[in-house]
């Protein structure tokens, strides 16, 4: 079992720039692809950005190509999201997952474990 906390959602005027983290803790963190997925209101959840177990292989959602970034502290067991030029439809509930790979994937049905979400409001 990997148990996620996101942390770190807020409310920010478009064009600020906020840092989402995710702790993980439970089986080896450092062996699980890491994915950031978000909701908004009425919307399915998507898929954000992803990175391999080791960092070196990371994948974005054309939206959000060159705004966002993801990364992961495998000693400290946290993945991290940082968003930059941020608009309003950006505006969802964040989600952490994990996936019992080394892989990452777009899709949310690979992965296993998920966070229980942080908000980001997105302000006009």
């Known amino acids: 079992q990997v148990q996620l906390v996101e942390s770190g959602g807020g409310l920010v005027q478009a064009g600020g720039s906020l840092r989402l983290s995710c702790a993980a803790s439970?089986?080896?963190?450092?062996?699980?692809?890491m994915g950031w997925f978000r909701q908004a209101p009425g919307k399915e959840r998507e898929f954000v950005a992803a990175i391999r177990w080791s960092g070196g292989s990371t994948y974005y959602e054309d939206s959000v190509k060159g705004r966002f970034t993801i990364s992961r502290d495998n000693y400290n067991n946290t993945v991290y999201l940082q968003m930059n030029s941020l608009k309003p439809e950006d505006t969802a509930v964040y989600y952490c997952?994990?996936?019992?790979?080394?892989?990452?994937?777009?899709?949310?049905?690979?992965?296993?474990?998920w966070g229980q979400g942080t908000q980001v409001t997105v302000s006009s």
């Open positions: 439970g089986r080896t963190f450092s062996r699980n692809a």
């Open positions: 997952a994990a996936r019992r790979s080394v892989g990452w994937s777009t899709s949310s049905k690979e992965y296993e474990y």
